[in-house]
């Protein structure tokens, strides 16, 4: 009797799996978007968002990321890290070729890493600060020795990242003025196929891609559209199938997304997970009192912003490590919307009224309401704000010299804290001339110690301790806003199968993507 | 021979006065707050000290300004524009890649405008007191108080997105692989909104401009002497009136050929043209200094040479107008 029955059982979960997991149909062209128009497709050479959407399916990294953050094989097809975390073994992966017919070999990670990413590439050399020697043992097996143990060490190969360049076309000559640059030549699934700049950027499949039966679409066309409702429109009449996180506007995503047939996901976000802040001028001026800059955070009502002007996408922070990235302290006291406290606050410092200059972020729409909506909230606690419109060269140069009250922005978090969270906050990353490291001008020599030690303890439960603490101080400091953790989300038509799977989305997402139609 | 040596003169100002445009222009542009280096360092998303140094040095901009200066003069005196810091392609090429969008683009609308506007003038002043010609003007006194941008965002939403009859965006069907005859048919389809977009405002001024000069040419004497010789009223409008009142529209078409380059910032925006008009704005945004100077350097020849035409224009279709007046 009972036979029977296990059997039934079997073949109902048997079918219900079948249901759900479809057999890919190879064929296709998927037409999709890339804004703003990429300066160039060679992903070791620069490093920002439009080139790593497009060459992100050319070029290849030795590891990719789930949208957990765990590390799974790409150009590695396994690895080993000895018992006092300095020694990194990869076992690469045999048979892959360069676009160019030439072979992948450990010679390439070597020259990739230890001479390419030296000298070009600002957030590798980082990383490779820790790293003390880079060997081939064979033709197929690489090893790393670290200089000490780095926490994030395996988080940061990702392709765009840590981009795995040809060795035979690069050795011995200028990277930056290489004819070879034309066409770019990688591993990846789909090959540089044509750039009419303004129109269109057009890759082809890789008919030797190593992966059996990969890719599944024949190419993919880049379309090139500078205006946003035209963007919109593009995917309205049928024309573009997928729009990748930020190539419209947020006023256009409910109406985009409730379209017939259209899917949305917020996943294929996590390894970037924006995190949107509000610099606050430590310095001098009020934003220099703790207590002022406390108040800011009572005054604000992040939820309002993330459900009205961001359509409900997003999470409201904690404080200043994000939801993704890990060791995230649980324990404390959230800064809610609270307008009374915020003027207590202010009342106990003696503030006079002194007003506060304002920088919005000019990235669109969404960016300048934003700004409205907190200079209304800090107004009603009593703070007189004066928003200081600029474009994306005047805004680079205002924070380049430290010449604001409160000023928005965004940073990735790179997946782990001593990557893309401690830059903001480390007073050795005090400089001027750049957007992006601590512009604020938090100087805290208890914290500089914890973050510095958290990067290099070993293993992961010793470093969980020191992160805990640190976000006590900072959460209690307050050297920046945190405002919210951006939802960026791709929308795409139902019978495009398999994008979104993996935590940098789209930028890699093609590889296993397939059209049902 | 009067006129090339007209020619000639004129030829040899306009150097002078494109230097001139050079080296003002230069300094302008260094007046804008932010650097190229930091705004690429930007774009990465992540930049160390390092980083800003090697493209400053790349570019030359850790040099004197006056160094600088010399370096970009004497380059453009060899026809050399420099390189694009962003686009990483030498300035002429990608200015010679981007104009013929642009010249066909404003070139349709010039036409466009030109035909249309002066047709439908000399139609409402032959009907000045008609239903009609008052219609035309009333549709002419629209198309000149409306924003272009709402103009180019209705005519998609009806034409492409309701009617789905013409492409919203882009110069060709991409991956269409077209040749030939198809290709010419495709770029026309393609070219319909964005030319009529940019064309409506001048269209109506042409069509005010026509309308009225010819019922100031009406009451001239010599269309007495016409009329009262026994002409036909159509040969007296084409001949007398429409001749007579041209030359006020030549004038504004000068102006308006000129200024084709950069009026089409928006338009080319709004429709994805690939033109020069987009080009500028993204320099500009990006501050590639280079790139933006080349393109100010091309728009400046274009409305020196239209403005030389203009002039030679005018001699043809009134004699009376000499040298040096």
């Known amino acids: 009797m009972k036979t029977p029955l296990a059997l039934a059982v079997t073949a109902a979960a048997l079918s219900a799996t079948f249901a759900f997991a479809e057999e890919p149909k190879s064929g296709g062209v998927i037409d999709t978007i890339v804004q703003p128009e990429p300066p160039g497709l060679v992903l070791g050479m620069i490093q920002n968002a439009p080139t790593r959407t497009v060459a992100g399916n050319i070029y290849e990294g030795l590891l990719r990321y789930t949208t957990d953050l765990e590390p799974i094989p790409q150009l590695a097809e396994s690895w080993e890290v000895s018992d006092d975390g300095r020694t990194y073994t990869f076992h690469l992966r045999e048979g892959v070729t360069w676009h160019d017919g030439e072979p992948f070999t450990a010679e390439d990670v070597v020259f990739s890493a230890d001479v390419f990413h030296r000298d070009l590439n600002p ?22 020795t670290l200089a000490q143990p780095f926490g994030p060490f395996l988080i940061s190969f990702e392709a765009g990242t840590f981009t795995m360049v040809p060795k035979h076309i690069y050795e011995g000559t200028d990277f930056r003025d ?78 985009l997304s409730s379209m017939d047939n259209v899917c949305m996901t917020e996943e294929g976000n996590e390894y970037f997970s924006p995190f949107a802040m509000l610099w606050m001028n430590n310095r001098e001026g009020p934003t220099a009192d703790k207590r002022f800059r406390q108040a800011v955070m009572y005054a604000m009502d992040r939820e309002f912003a993330r459900d009205v002007l961001w359509n409900g996408l997003g999470n409201v922070p904690l404080s200043a490590f994000g939801s993704n990235a890990r060791f995230q302290n649980d324990d404390l006291e959230p800064y809610d919307h609270d307008p009374e406290k915020a003027r207590e606050l202010l009342d106990e410092m003696g503030y006079d009224g002194e007003p506060v200059r304002l920088l919005p972020l000019p ?16 107004r009603e606690v009593g703070i007189e704000v004066e928003t200081e419109a600029t474009d994306v060269g005047g805004w680079n140069q205002r ?59 070993y293993p992961e439960s010793e470093r969980e301790e020191l992160y805990h603490e640190v976000q006590e101080i900072l959460h209690e400091d307050v050297p920046v806003g945190w405002l919210l953790e951006l939802g960026f989300p791709t929308i795409y038509r139902c019978d495009v199968k398999d994008l979104v799977n993996s935590s940098v989305g789209v930028n890699e997402g093609f590889r296993d993507a397939w059209l049902d139609r | 021979m009067l006129y090339a040596r007209l020619i000639v003169m004129r030829l040899l100002k306009a150097v002078i006065v494109l230097l001139l445009i050079v080296i003002f222009n230069f300094f302008l542009i260094q007046m804008a707050p932010g650097d190229p280096a930091a705004i690429l360092a930007g774009e990465a998303g992540a930049s160390d000290q390092e980083f800003i140094n090697q493209l400053r040095e790349r570019f030359g901009l850790d040099q004197p300004l006056y160094v600088q200066l010399w370096h970009y003069v004497s380059g453009i005196v060899m026809l050399d524009f420099g390189y694009s810091y962003r686009l990483d392609m030498p300035v002429l090429d990608l200015i010679l890649q981007r104009l013929p969008a642009t010249l066909l683009l404003t070139g349709a609308a010039f036409v466009l405008s030109l035909t249309l506007g002066i047709i439908a003038g ?18 002419a006194l629209v198309f000149y108080a409306t924003p272009l941008f709402w103009v180019a965002l209705m005519a998609v939403v009806l034409f492409s997105v309701y009617l789905d009859w013409l492409p919203a965006y882009g110069m060709v069907t991409v991956g269409a692989g077209y040749t030939g005859l198809a290709l010419v048919l495709d770029v026309a389809k393609h070219l319909v909104l964005p030319a009529t977009t940019l064309g409506l405002f001048f269209m109506a001024i042409y069509t005010r401009m026509t309308r009225t000069s010819m019922l100031d040419a009406a009451q001239q004497d010599f269309v007495k002497t016409a009329r009262a010789k026994g002409l036909k009223p159509g040969v007296i409008q084409r001949r007398h009136i429409l001749r007579n009142a041209l030359l006020p529209i030549i004038t504004l078409a000068g102006l308006q050929a000129g200024q084709m380059v950069g009026g089409a910032i928006l338009t080319e925006t709004v429709f994805a043209w690939p033109g020069i008009g987009r080009l500028m704005y993204e320099a500009l945004m990006q501050r590639d200094y280079n790139l933006l ?25 009134d004699p009376r107008i000499k040298e040096g007046t």
């Not at chain 1, 789909?190 to 890789?206: A, E, H, M, P, S």
């Not at chain 1, 669109?364 to 409205?372: L, Q, Y």
């Not at chain 2, 409402?124 to 219609?135: E, F, H, N």
């Open chain 1, 123 to 144: 957030s590798a050399r980082a990383v490779l600060q820790h790293v003390e020697s880079i060997e081939a043992i064979d033709e197929h097996t690489v090893e790393f």
């Open chain 1, 363 to 378: 990235y669109g729409e969404t960016w300048t309401r934003w700004a409205e909506a907190v200079q209304q909230n800090l």
């Open chain 1, 178 to 255: 290489n004819d070879a640059n034309r066409p770019p030549i990688g591993t990846g699934p789909f090959k540089f196929d044509n750039w009419d700049r303004g129109t269109v950027i057009q890759l082809v499949k890789n008919e030797d891609y190593y992966e059996e039966g990969l890719p599944y679409l024949d190419g993919i066309n880049w379309h090139i559209i500078p205006d946003g409702a035209s963007r919109a429109v593009a995917f309205e009449n049928g024309t573009v199938d997928v729009l990748p996180n930020g190539t419209v506007e947020n006023f256009d995503i409910p109406r």
């Open chain 2, 122 to 139: 000399a139609l409402a002043a032959a009907r000045v007191k008609k239903p009609s010609g008052s219609l035309i003007m009333a549709l």
């Open chain 2, 293 to 317: 100077l080349g393109i100010f350097f091309f728009s400046a020849a274009l409305v020196i040479v239209f403005n030389i035409i203009t002039d030679l224009v005018y001699r043809l279709a």
């Open chain 1, 399 to 457: 924070l380049n010299e430290w010449d604001y009250d409160l000023a928005f922005t965004y940073l990735y978090q790179y997946g782990d804290p001593a990557l893309g969270i401690s830059r903001t906050y480390l007073s050795d990353n005090i400089e001027k001339g750049s957007p992006w490291n601590n512009v604020e001008g938090y100087e805290n020599e208890r914290v500089d110690e914890l973050f510095e030690e958290a990067a290099t303890a």
